[in-house]
């Protein structure tokens, strides 16, 4: 399909200015952090670019325990979810056993409990178990996803009946035909679910609030909450390096793996 | 014994044999399935089952500090709740904020969706940017919004101020604040949504515009009849996801408002959030979690029913 001049000029104007207006804040953000806070007060353009503020986000808060903390939870998070989100799909698409149905259900219902309606219960249990302030009470309550089984359920349906067929015969039990067939086979929806996992985990927020009380193994997004409650009014330059930094990751993520995003939410949310 | 009785005897055996492998079979199957399936069971059971039942048992008592039930109050903890006009307001304003927030999100991003389907030079660079706000947490845009609508630095006031209007306070007039929180909302949804919409707009077949366009059909008579209907179960899905995120809408009442002025913005998970980890009234808090919960079961079973219907042109 080839378009006329006229009309792609009119697609470029509303690409452009859509993409202007939304990423301005974001822009905004990046040219702070990197004005003094001089000129951030006076409110004019930048007299200079200077890397200060990223200087003394770090020197003034633990931002490296912070984010290490944040990338230990995410990538937990990510592998513990692709782990259990394979072997759920794996069964419901090549074990045949009675109350599979039911099963299947229940993964539905879970769907329809938000993690923002149970989360006293879940903060009494991981209290009474010790969990706070660890690494296993930021992760391990996430690790079961319906949407991940679902979305690899999708994938896993594809690959042809006649290859577990083959591998019975061959004498491969189900374990080892998960291990080494299918999860090769669907490594991309693996690393779709991966990416979704890890954009959610680095980015939670009222969990790791209720489930931290001291620096050990606060995320990165509750440290940025601290320092926007703790710095003084005119350390905007300062605050927005914090912010700048803690959406570096995500957004590399992101930009890598758009594409594989857009496929597998689609796959994942209508069938 | 004739030859035939003989066969049919042995078929006999046979098919006991056969019954008998099949069920052991099927015990190995059933017992391997729990097995595959048994992390993921485990897991909702703790942290998704138990805490649901949890919460509705604790919305019958009173607790103390720690959480330990100390006087059942049947449904005291709900009459209260719908007795007490800031409960009655804080359910309002998540319904104002839902109605701020999911229309505009799921219309803008429709919009970008559709220019950005275009096979253009460079239309790459314009998706990751319209999809740039999924990348962003919820406490750094909020820290965003903050200095935009700071009161004299903020670039709103500013712009305002150099048309000649006075300046606004976005977050502490209450007129004002649960759309400030809104527009924040709109912003950070709009990565996402746009990403499940351009996903939905590329999965529809070519071939439908490719006939379209022999036809001669203009591009809004195809936005019309091919697109936006070819398009409804995916922008069905939007909705609803939409909806249900402003219902669990958090972190941004947390960093910009903390719900107020005058519980303008109290919604209804911070309002939980509150009377549970502030006010240590965990019986209560529960009670407003059911709500919730009720809530969202109601939109879930709708998206369900409503999905299915739509799915078959997939």
Redesign the interface.
């Known amino acids: 399909m080839t378009m006329s001049f006229r009309k792609k000029i009119i697609f470029y104007v509303l690409l452009s200015v859509s993409a202007l207006i939304l990423f301005a804040p974001t822009i905004m953000a990046v040219v702070m952090s990197l004005m003094t806070s001089q000129d951030i007060l006076t409110g004019s353009a930048p007299s200079r670019l200077i890397l200060d503020n990223f200087i003394q986000t770090f020197e003034h808060f633990p931002l490296l325990q912070f984010l290490l903390n944040s990338f230990i939870v995410s990538i937990v998070i990510t592998i513990g979810q692709i782990l259990l989100s394979s072997l759920a799909a794996y069964a419901f698409v090549f074990l045949e056993f009675k109350g599979r149905e039911f099963l299947f259900y229940l993964f539905i219902a879970t769907m329809m409990v938000p993690f923002e309606a149970s989360v006293i219960p879940n903060f009494h249990t991981i209290r009474d178990i010790g969990w706070i302030d660890t690494y296993q009470g930021l992760t391990i309550p996430f690790f079961a996803t319906a949407f991940g089984a679902f979305l690899l359920r999708q994938n896993f349906k594809q690959i042809p009946k006649e290859l577990r067929e083959a591998s019975q015969i061959a004498g491969m039990g189900h374990f080892k035909f998960y291990l080494t067939v299918v999860m090769p086979v669907a490594k991309s929806s693996l690393v779709t679910l991966g990416i979704y996992g890890f954009l959610t985990s680095w980015n939670m927020y009222l969990w790791p609030l209720l489930s931290t009380t001291n620096d050990s193994v606060r995320t990165v997004q509750i440290g940025l909450k601290q320092l926007q409650s703790q710095e003084q009014l005119n350390q905007w330059g300062v605050m927005m390096a914090g912010a700048v930094i803690v959406i570096i990751p995500t957004l590399i993520l992101l930009f890598l793996g758009q594409k594989k995003l857009q496929k597998g939410l689609t796959e994942g949310a209508l069938k | 014994m004739s030859m035939s009785s003989l066969a049919i005897q042995t078929n006999e055996i046979n098919l006991e044999y056969v019954e008998q492998v099949k069920k052991r079979q099927?015990m190995k199957?059933?017992l391997?399935?729990?097995l595959?399936?048994l992390?993921?069971?485990i897991?909702?059971s703790?942290?998704?089952?138990?805490?649901?039942i949890?919460?509705i048992y604790?919305s019958f008592f009173l607790t103390n500090t720690s959480?330990v039930t100390t006087v059942f109050v049947g449904l005291e903890n709900y009459i209260n709740l719908f007795k007490s006009p800031i409960f009655l307001k804080n359910i309002q304003s998540t319904f104002l904020f839902v109605l701020y927030t999911v229309p505009a999100t799921v219309i803008i991003s429709l919009?970008?969706a559709i220019?950005?389907s275009?096979?253009?030079k460079g239309?790459g660079f314009?998706?990751?940017?319209?999809?740039?706000?999924?990348?962003?947490?919820?406490?750094?845009?909020?820290?965003?919004?903050?200095?935009?609508f700071n009161p004299t630095?903020g670039?709103l006031n500013?712009l305002l101020k150099s048309i000649g209007v006075e300046p606004i306070g976005w977050l502490t007039d209450p007129n004002w604040a649960l759309l400030s929180v809104s527009v924040t909302t709109i912003?950070m949804n709009?990565?996402?949504t746009f990403?499940?919409l351009?996903?939905?707009l590329?999965?529809i077949n070519s071939y439908l515009?490719?006939s379209a366009?022999i036809e001669g059909a203009g591009?809004f008579y195809k936005l019309r009849r091919i697109t936006i209907p070819m398009l409804s179960?995916?922008l069905f899905?939007a909705i609803t996801?939409s909806i249900?995120n402003a219902?669990?809408t958090?972190?941004q009442i947390?960093?910009l408002t903390q719900g107020g002025p005058q519980n303008e913005t109290n919604l209804i998970?911070y309002s939980?959030?509150r009377e549970?980890?502030v006010n240590y009234q965990?019986g209560s808090?529960?009670a407003q979690?059911?709500v919730?919960?009720i809530m969202?079961?109601f939109l879930?079973?709708i998206q369900?029913k409503l999905?299915e219907r739509k799915?078959h042109y997939?």
């Not at chain 2, 703790?46 to 805490?51: D, G, L, N």
């Not at chain 2, 999809?131 to 845009?141: F, L, N, Q, R």
């Open positions: 099927r199957n059933l391997k399935g729990v595959f399936l992390p993921s069971i897991l909702f703790a942290f998704v089952f138990y805490p649901m949890r919460t604790l959480g919009f970008l220019i950005a275009e096979k253009l239309i314009f998706r990751t940017i319209f999809s740039s706000t999924m990348g962003i947490s919820v406490a750094a845009a909020s820290v965003f919004w903050m200095f935009l630095m670039l500013q912003w709009i990565g996402f990403l499940v351009l996903g939905g590329q999965s515009y490719e366009d591009y179960p995916t899905f996801v249900i219902f669990q958090f972190g947390d960093i998970v939980i959030y549970a980890f965990f808090a529960s979690a059911v919730l919960f969202i079961l879930t079973a369900f999905g799915v997939q």
